[in-house]
């Protein structure tokens, strides 16, 4: 059993516990830290397939900016430390049956299909190779990508300031 | 007992469905918007880690390998759910700032 089996079993040990309990705490902000260590976890399996500069922005996207915004709605949300975020009893009834069924029958196929052996690469530094793809064929793409991130920025600045419609609405009154 | 385990893609399909799994659970029974939001969080992972072991049973260890379209696809993802995560806040901020109450059963204006 070498390191990098190890380090693959503990990822997905890790990766499982986690999302578990991101699942299934009923305290928002305990799931909030265990998506932390979800997100770590799946960080830890880009870089055990070659995928270096996928798992540094991993970290530093995921783990370092979007979970500080998901940390920081949790702490504005009312309540934290009240049970009440998961649903009673009753209304979880049909989201559990339907996701035991999905997983027995996704790892059913998983089992008894014959994917063949990954061919891993020798952990080369995949970032040229990746800026090469950006400016090369993907190049629509990306430039795409950059217009939805403008445009999604002034959408999200536009629907957070509560203020501008008070403000019409006051000038056309006085 | 493990060995081995790396070189197969099993693991790791499982585990995108495992993270598949978990979010549509949180999804449909979480009670705080936020919490939805973590669901989808882990839906888009499991979507990328299945791009980037699909481009690991695909790669050649050759140097010159045209095989990076399950890293730029997964790239991808992490971006779009950057600018997601900012313009789900705002959303929530604002329906919280009318509401006083970010949950998604009792916000229901819009309902047909």
Request: charged letters at 10%; one cysteine or more; proline letters at 2%.
């Amino acid at each position: 059993m070498s390191f990098l089996d190890f380090f693959v079993v503990f990822c997905f040990l890790g990766g499982v516990v986690c999302s578990a309990v991101v699942a299934l705490h009923p305290n928002i902000l305990y799931a909030a830290v265990a998506l932390i260590g979800s997100l770590l976890a799946v960080a830890g399996v880009y870089a055990s397939l070659g995928a270096d500069f996928l798992a540094a922005a991993q970290l530093i996207i995921y783990v370092g900016g979007v979970i500080v915004v998901i940390l920081f709605a949790v702490m504005m949300s009312e309540s934290i430390y009240k049970r009440r975020f998961l649903d009673g009893v009753k209304k979880m009834f049909l989201p559990t049956i339907l996701s035991i069924a999905l997983m027995l029958g996704m790892f059913k196929l998983l089992v008894s299909t014959n994917w063949g052996e990954l061919r891993i690469p020798n952990y080369e530094n995949t970032t040229i190779r990746i800026g090469q793809a950006l400016t090369g064929p993907y190049a629509l793409i990306f430039e795409y990508v950059a217009i939805v991130l403008l445009f999604g920025l002034i959408g999200a600045i536009v629907v957070a300031r509560p203020n501008i419609l008070k403000k019409d609405q006051d000038g056309g009154n006085s | 007992m493990f060995a081995g385990i790396a070189h197969n893609l099993t693991i790791y399909l499982a585990m995108s469905t495992v993270f598949f799994v978990f979010g549509l659970f949180t999804i449909l029974t979480r009670r705080n918007a936020v919490g939805v939001f973590m669901g989808v969080e882990l839906v888009l992972n499991a979507a990328a880690i299945n791009f980037v072991a699909f481009y690991a049973l695909k790669a050649d260890s050759a140097q010159s390998s045209p095989w990076l379209d399950g890293q730029i696809f997964s790239l991808f993802i992490i971006v779009l759910a950057a600018i997601e995560a900012a313009v789900a806040l705002a959303i929530v901020l604002r329906v919280f700032g009318a509401k006083k109450n970010i949950d998604p059963d009792q916000v229901m204006e819009l309902r047909g």
